[in-house]
């Protein structure tokens, strides 16, 4: 099996914050990997913008550092830094004045496609795009791509795409969500929509429940001061959660298309019911093991914000109505792992009765660490002396199934950036698309405000709090263990 690299046509792409630290960790890497594989020409431009004085020697010197750190220490794997680091220029300038507009306009070319990543804070989104316009930078084609978080609630989002909306169209705007360019997500997508073996089974006959889960094993350490006025709910639930449960429970779409797709994520997000409190559990890591605890993390004693949460959703449509589907996220968890597993109802009848026990049918997709899908079914033990069954996995570990050349996949930044020099909107949310998730998202949040709830405790390296579990318990069902 042998990829194909579809080359991209020449670009300038202008990175705003492009001394930040997501600017450093993942946007330029993932341009250097993409110049690497051949996707991204020479004749492409890549503009680091910020407030820090450098020039366009410094500015490669910062890259260079970044790339090596990124790559484990050295590029000799790939080569090609020092060429692709001719690529780079560097203008300071000021996000809310005047300062460095014009020279940025001077390095802009005519002809090519003109990009434009927001890789800094929400609060300079609307500034920069009037910018953009004031100064006539952005044609009809150009694109500008937003960072979450995309709005602090409903109100905050609908203002921040009424501000984008006054300066570009709604196609040419992409809310990236570094989720949806993982590969397992997309391969969610071809196995639901590729594969006519699940389909008659994708809905809440035969279908148990779902439990979709993104765990992280470290802290919030270093994003204390964000995280103490965001929360798991707004940071993860609002959106990365959201995003995977739409794509779980989507009807297919007339087309692999952007709207066709984000219709029918709309759909589902739409459909969600309200979640009433006693399906909610919010959650606070605790200092333990010689762990600091959320509240050292954040430099705040009194903080009430959660560091983890779980909920039972339901999605009240002819296909899901009356299944649950539960979600959780948190810090400092026993390890990180994301996944989605579906779990299908008991055969209807068992024909070898009681000593045979209790098996399921299960398809998990994971995210991280590991990529892959599994489905586990049931046969025969082996050996002779009755009908033993036992639970075994059919496994598509990709690092396995397709090689590790084939299975060194691109970073979601890499697929994500290259779908906006494409013009391709498919895995980028639409603004009506965020607002109808605040909208199902603000009354959890003002109903935990309202009552006053303090967030349970938790040890660090476990499950979660023990109301989670409860969570599950109480419907004779239970959370999946996490682990790597």
Not at 30 to 37: D, I, P, S, T, V
Not at 173 to 198: C, P, S, W
Not at 264 to 290: F, H, M, S
Not at 394 to 405: I, K, N, R, V, Y
Request: glycine residues 10%; hydrophobic residues 40%.
């Amino acid at each position: 099996m042998v990829s194909r690299v579809i080359p991209v046509e020449p670009f300038d792409l202008v990175v705003f914050g492009g001394t930040g630290d997501l600017a450093r960790r993942k946007i330029l890497p993932a341009l250097y990997r993409r110049y690497c594989a051949g996707q991204m020409g020479g004749d492409s431009r890549v503009i680091g913008a910020a407030r820090a004085e450098m020039d366009a020697a410094g500015y490669r010197d910062f890259v260079r550092k970044a790339v090596l750190e990124s790559e484990g220490g050295t590029a000799a794997g790939r080569g090609g830094l020092e060429d692709f680091l001719k690529l780079l220029s560097y203008v300071t300038l000021d996000g809310r004045g005047t300062r460095g507009w014009p020279e940025l306009a001077a390095n802009l070319r005519a002809g090519v496609v003109r990009a434009f990543y927001f890789s800094v804070g929400p609060g300079l989104f609307g500034d920069l795009a009037q910018r953009l316009h004031r100064y006539d930078l952005g044609d009809d084609e150009a694109r500008i791509v937003v960072e979450k978080p995309f709005g602090h609630d409903l109100r905050s989002a609908r203002e921040l795409n009424r501000v984008l909306a006054e300066n570009f169209d709604e196609r040419q705007i992409y809310r990236i969500d570094h989720y949806l360019g993982k590969e397992t997500v997309q391969n969610l997508m071809a196995v639901r929509f590729g594969n006519t073996m699940f389909e008659p089974l994708w809905n809440g006959h035969y279908v148990d429940h779902i439990q979709i889960t993104v765990a992280e094993a470290g802290g919030v350490d270093g994003r204390g001061e964000y995280y103490d006025r965001a929360g798991a709910m707004r940071d993860m639930m609002q959106n990365h959660m959201m995003q995977l449960l739409c794509l779980i429970a989507m009807e297919p779409p007339a087309k692999f298309e952007p709207d066709s797709v984000r219709d029918e994520k709309l759909k589902v997000i739409r459909a969600l019911d309200p979640v009433p409190a006693e399906n909610v559990v919010r959650g606070q890591y605790a200092a333990g093991g010689g762990v600091p605890g959320f509240r050292d993390h954040v430099d705040n004693p009194e903080s009430t914000t959660e560091s983890f949460v779980a909920l039972k959703a339901h999605v009240s449509n002819w296909r899901w109505a009356g299944m649950p589907i539960y979600l959780r996220t948190g810090k400092r968890l026993r390890a990180r792992a994301s996944e989605i597993a579906v779990i299908f109802k008991d055969a209807p009848h068992s024909i070898f009765g009681a000593e045979a026990g209790r098996h399921r049918n299960i398809l998990t997709i994971r995210l991280q660490p590991n990529e892959g899908i599994e489905l586990e079914v049931t046969i025969k033990e082996p050996g002779p002396g009755g009908m033993r069954l036992i639970d075994v996995p059919l496994d598509m570990t990709f690092a396995e199934a397709l090689g590790p050349e084939e299975a060194d996949f691109p970073d979601a930044y890499e697929r994500l950036i290259m779908d906006v020099i494409r013009g391709n909107q498919t895995l980028f949310m639409r603004g009506d698309e965020v607002e109808a998730a605040w909208a199902w998202t603000d009354p959890i949040i003002a109903g935990w405000q309202e009552r006053g709830e303090a967030p349970h405790a938790y040890v660090p390296g476990g499950p979660g709090p023990e109301e989670a579990l409860m969570l599950m318990h109480r419907d004779g069902r239970r959370w999946r263990e996490i682990k790597a």
